[in-house]
């Protein structure tokens, strides 16, 4: 049953157990009700959304962007081990592009679902206008599925592991043009004043990379543990360092954006916004976004108490992704919450929100829609790994530490 | 008798007058049309010959007076003139035109103006369109084809001018010259029926102190032309370039 996928890492289908089929039908319950929020947004329109002419996306965005750019940033694992040449990732390659491909379905259903008239779909696909990033996205994705999928195939078959490599390198340059695109959907924006920064496109890749290991980790610790699979510290550790320099390297690049836009008299409204005036927004930002999100996990990952336990790990991943939902949902919504300015130096009213904060509460269906968006991708990973290959039987120390390698 | 013999002038007064009346009812309007603007016959393709564009003259626009937004709403059967957005709140409603008041920060000079779709050179909603169904027509009226529209809002992401609105629930009793649907973005269409038809659009028309000049802004001879040659007027946020259609004086 077992195959020789590596050198000597065996790879195994999960069994049928009743956790497996408790987790599917949590999950499977999960993209129900999303499928309903979703008819019931249809059939009604969006005016039972939280949604408004202000605040024209809302919560199921945040969840479709934060799984776009988790994608891409969970191929990074597979990346390093074929693009960067480090054997020891090599194990986890597969189960990193089985997360890539089915995080991006998830996103990409929440957006489609969340779409004025999803049923033409086939519209967006039949009519294109090259100078849109979204169309250029809608390249870049489909391309990421078709790519990503031949890499597995690469990996997983034993007579093309051989191309491996450089299919691995164009995966690794196609995720880095998708995450750019998916940042320049914001940084293209010229006229909103949280937006319109070149400076977003590097920062979604890096965002990429810090969201996407959080959840790969997560996925990873979880499936060992349910399926009685062994992973070591050596893997674990690695894996938490990195992680720890993907949340600085974030970090850097919202420390970056803010000062440029202080240093810029133009800006210090939206940024007194942000970081002062802005109610809930700056509470998520500083508690969520940078407290909780950012610092709080790095203390956990690098401090010597809470460095090399399992608990704080997860902790620290769950806590990266806390804080990825609380960023997107400070520059989606945030973003679009800071007035239009039209006439500066002007005070303005008008009958249509001139010159106010745009208020926006998340709606149930909005919530429920973007949780099916992680359940989507969740089901996909549960059963992929049920029938075929993904996991590898042990990550235990000796099998993945380079330096235990016994004589043959 | 001799009573008898007399003509009926009354009678005859009113074969004449009503002869003169249906006479003048049937041609006027092809009269009155070749007076205004020239209309584009039907057949003929849209060309960029033409540029249409407004000038709005904020000096002359009265602080609280809404006659554009009201004509507006009644042209195209929107807002209350629609009775159909019902359950959308005020924040979901469509607002094709709306009426900005303004007070500088520093003077205190407090002024107001009507605030649309600005029919941009270089439209940032037609750019970012994934299927195009945002686009400009050759005469720079900037419309949304509402059959390939999938509802993303990326328009109105991009639009500076905040002048798009998303339908956010069915509707059913629409205007033949303003289809609007369930799920798509509408903005001002410029009136674009009455601009095909050589008529001006609604805003202009129902302007109680004639504020907004319509017209062709490649006419040299046009009274646009020859007034935006003549006196100041500015664009709505110019630094970005996009050079709109609608142009104001005054602010």
């Keep these: 049953m077992a195959s020789v996928a590596a050198k000597k890492v065996q790879f195994l289908e999960t069994g049928l157990s009743s956790g497996f089929w408790l987790l599917l039908g949590g999950l499977g319950l999960l993209v129900l009700f999303g499928l309903g929020a979703h008819y019931q947004m249809e059939h009604h329109g969006h005016w039972i959304s939280g949604m408004n002419n202000q605040i024209v996306w809302g919560t199921p965005h945040v969840f479709a962007i934060f799984l776009i750019v988790a994608a891409s940033g969970a191929l990074n694992v597979a990346s390093i081990s074929s693009v960067f040449d480090k054997k020891v990732y090599k194990p986890l390659a597969p189960l990193s592009g089985l997360l890539a491909i089915a995080l991006l379905l ?13 049923e033409r779909l086939t519209v967006a696909m039949t009519h294109y206008n090259f100078k849109s990033i979204f169309a250029w996205n809608m390249i870049l994705y489909n391309g990421f599925l078709a790519i990503v999928a031949v890499y597995l195939w690469t990996m997983m078959e034993r007579k093309m592991n051989g191309y491996s490599k450089p299919v691995g390198f164009a995966a690794f340059i ?6 750019t695109g998916t ?3 914001f940084g293209f924006l010229v006229a909103r004043q949280a937006y319109d920064a070149a400076l977003l496109a590097p920062m979604f890749v890096v965002m990429s990379f810090s969201f996407g290991l959080a959840v790969f980790m997560l996925v990873l610790m979880a499936a060992f543990r349910w399926t009685g699979r062994p992973l070591g510290d050596v893997m674990v550790k690695r894996l938490k360092n990195l992680l720890g320099v993907f949340v600085a390297g974030v970090l850097y690049f919202v420390l970056v954006y803010h000062l440029t836009n ?9 940024e007194a916004f942000v970081l002062r005036d802005g109610g809930v927004y700056t509470q998520i930002f500083w508690f969520g976004q940078i407290l909780l999100g950012s610092l709080l996990p790095l203390a956990l990952l690098y401090h010597p108490a809470t460095g090399s336990k399992r608990g704080a790990i997860v902790a620290a991943a769950l806590l990266v992704i806390l804080g990825g939902f609380a960023q997107l949902y400070v520059l989606l919504i945030g973003g679009q919450a800071y007035p239009l300015v039209l006439f500066p130096g002007y005070e303005v009213s008008s009958g249509f929100s001139e010159g106010v ?3 926006y509460s998340p709606s149930l269906p909005e919530v429920v829609l973007g949780i099916s968006g992680i359940a989507i991708a969740g089901i996909m990973v549960t059963i992929a790994v049920k029938v075929l290959r993904f996991l590898p039987v042990s990550l235990a120390d000796e099998v993945v530490d380079p330096h235990y390698a016994p004589k043959a | 008798m001799s009573e008898q013999k007399q003509p009926d002038q009354s009678r005859r007064d009113f074969l004449t007058k009503g002869a003169t009346a249906a006479a003048g009812l049937s041609i006027a309007p092809g009269v009155l049309l070749f007076g205004a603007v ?22 002359k626009c009265a602080n609280g007076c809404d006659a554009c937004v009201t004509a507006c709403k009644k042209e195209n059967g929107w807002g209350e003139q629609s009775g159909d957005e019902s359950h959308s709140n005020e924040l979901q409603k469509s607002q094709w035109i709306r009426k900005v008041e303004l007070r500088h ?15 941009c050179e270089h439209p940032p909603c037609a750019d970012v369109c994934p299927t195009g169904a945002s686009f400009k027509r050759a005469d720079g009226i900037v419309l949304v084809d509402k059959h390939i529209c999938i509802g993303c809002r990326f328009c109105m992401m991009a639009c500076p001018y905040k002048a798009r609105s998303f339908v956010h629930e069915e509707l059913t009793h629409q205007r033949p010259n303003a289809p609007r649907g369930k799920g798509t973005v509408e903005a001002c269409t410029m009136c674009v029926g009455r601009v095909d038809a050589g008529l001006r659009p609604a805003c202009v028309e129902s302007c109680p102190s004639q504020a907004i000049l319509f017209g062709d802004l490649k006419d040299p001879n046009s009274e646009i032309s020859k007034t935006v040659a003549k006196y100041a007027s500015t664009a709505i946020r110019p630094d970005l370039g996009l050079n709109p259609g609608v142009r104001y004086q005054g602010i």
């Design chain 1, 106 to 118: 998830g996103g990409l259903s929440v957006l489609v679902l969340d779409l004025g008239r999803p």
């Design chain 2, 105 to 119: 920060k520093q003077t205190g000079f407090a002024h107001s103006l009507p605030m649309m779709c600005q029919h």
């Design chain 1, 174 to 179: 196609w995720r880095l043009m998708l995450t």
């Design chain 1, 262 to 270: 202080l240093y810029a008299t133009e800006h210090h409204g939206v």
């Design chain 1, 357 to 359: 904060v745009n208020s």
């Design chain 1, 183 to 185: 940042g320049s959907i």
């Design chain 2, 38 to 59: 020239n209309a584009r016959p039907a057949d003929q393709a849209v060309t960029d010959q033409v540029r249409w564009g407004m000038l709005v003259d904020t000096n």
